[in-house]
């Protein structure tokens, strides 16, 4: 299942608490021509996968939920606040 780091959560709970956004508002992630599409989404479609923890909601289709299941979304925030999001492989356990 898709992973968030500490900063990708806080990035998403802080794009879906604005004021601004309905309650339960959440980032929807979709397949949109072979492309991950990212926008907010006052709440997920009948199908979505959703993924929820520490007040961060993800809204994940069926294609981009295949794809990102085994995933780290990590998130970055530039000098004039706009995020970015990137994805990187999870790395197995390692036994001790």
């Not at 923890?53 to 998130?75: E, M, N, P, T, W």
């Amino acid at each position: 299942m898709l992973t968030l780091t500490p900063t990708a959560v806080e990035v998403v709970r802080g794009l879906t608490s604005d004021d601004s956004v309905p309650d339960g508002t959440g980032l929807r992630i979709a397949n949109q021509d072979g492309r991950l599409a990212l926008a907010l989404a006052p709440q997920p479609d009948d199908a979505d996968r959703v993924i929820a923890g520490d007040g961060a909601r993800l809204f994940l289709d069926d294609s981009a939920a295949a794809y990102l299941d085994d995933k780290v979304l990590d998130a970055n925030v530039d000098d004039q606040g706009n995020p970015t999001f990137t994805l990187a492989s999870q790395q197995p356990p390692t036994g001790e």
